[in-house]
């Protein structure tokens, strides 16, 4: 697991731990609904983490690519796959996700080695 | 297929043809790409659709909603997965997605039938 | 009530009903969830449905606005303060809120009477 | 003018009377703001339509579209160029403006003849 | 006011101010808009704000954010209300906006102290 | 040509060499469309540029911002056109887009020099 990974996590622990510390139940509720749509079910996890994954493209969100590109990789997509799956959001959102494409191919080179 | 079906296609392929006989070259080049990008490949096909009904739902776009809903029914996605791919919509774009959400659980039970 | 209003309510009781009668555990989470931010609490529920509202126009989702604006009359929102919300949500997200605001408005006037 | 072009200012100048009738200062001063921007200035008219147009498409709003796409017609756009800015629109924005631009190229067709 | 807030304010003058040197009449008439459609009225300020917040994280816009976070606090919002609004965008908006929430609440905890 | 316009430069070029060097057909012909529909036809580069800046702030994409207008610099947009662009931008998308514009305006002052 590479260094900008490992920090990328534990920011993200230490955000969320603030977040969830403050006892507000529908916003721990909603964390945990978060967590439960992509376990295993009629489709399984890897299939879910690329649905993730292209919803995060398509919505421009870079963190929440960062979070999916780990997941995919962590589940085994291939290069091939991740490739197709930028492609498609590429062709449904447009140009304007390039910049973000760039930075999930570089994040994915990263943790590739 | 239902009636609701066979209409819109009849009009999405009719208007479609008004689009491409403009001879936009980049047009023509875009809508090609667009047909390419979800062909069976390292991800197949099934795979391919859900991404492209996710990212529809997540952008709350009805016409690619009911595009990418019957082609999941006609690669043949159950019930239970296509819930699934709703539910993650869902978590990831909010209450905002309910109305589209709403739109295409009513026609994934038109064309159950 | 008016009968637009009535309508309104009907078609979306209708298909909440279809949505949740798939029995997807997470869906229904998602919209007891939905309801429950909205409930009174630090912030009273009046103010909840003003943020619900704001929300929607700058999303411009028609669908939530009509709703929210049935909401916040019920709650006693005066006419100047509706025209408050909707000045913000014109600020805020510009002149492609426009079309929204005039359904809003237009709807606003006739639960008025 | 077509039918089609008739209806949508009627409707359109009526809402809007309905909205500035409501004497919110705020929105009064946003609308005449809104009608400023496109007046000629150091850049024409013709050119500050086209923005107005571009936005519309990859912002995906139908009902600027249908406004846009008359006003560019009157200031005398070719049917080339109008083809040019509908393909920077979905370049740019990706495959999910195609339900709009269909409509755009329709009403284009129309009020052409 | 910690040093942060201090900073984010000396930059956003300094930027504004550029901004407004330029001349334009049509952007100087939007800045005094966007400071007018907050101010006392039918609607308070402090709800005001509020309207402001939640249309800021549902847009995801990290600028607007920190602004009407320090905005809110300095009208007197307290914890729990600020959890209730994040509790309403994250449910409006979905998951997609938790980076955005992580920050804010990061940002509140600090000018708590 | 300032050092951030420079550092900008190599910095998109060596991403964009990652993205392409991946091999995937659709990306490569997706790219070559974005190049495309720049080019002089039946509307000049001037006009493409300028609908390629507003859609990038309608937008709110900082990095095609920083593109499009280096780009409309070198193609010789003047102070009060580039104003007016901004303003179109801004009526149009709201308050939303002015942390965006504070970045162009300053990029805009740099590469003026």
Known sequence: MSDRVKEFR???????????SRDNINIKRFFSLDTAVY????????????LGLVASVVLRCDDCITYHTIRVR????????????????????????????????????????
């Open 39 to 50: 376990n295993d079910g009629a489709l399984d996890t890897k299939t879910k983490e690329l």
């Open 10 to 20: 534990l920011k993200r622990e230490e955000l969320n731990e603030q977040v969830l």
């Open 74 to 113: 962590e589940v085994g997509l291939t290069d091939e796959e991740f490739d197709e799956v930028m492609s498609i959001a590429l062709v449904v959102r447009g140009s304007i996700t390039i910049p973000h494409i760039r930075q999930a191919v570089k994040l994915w080179k990263e943790i590739e080695n």
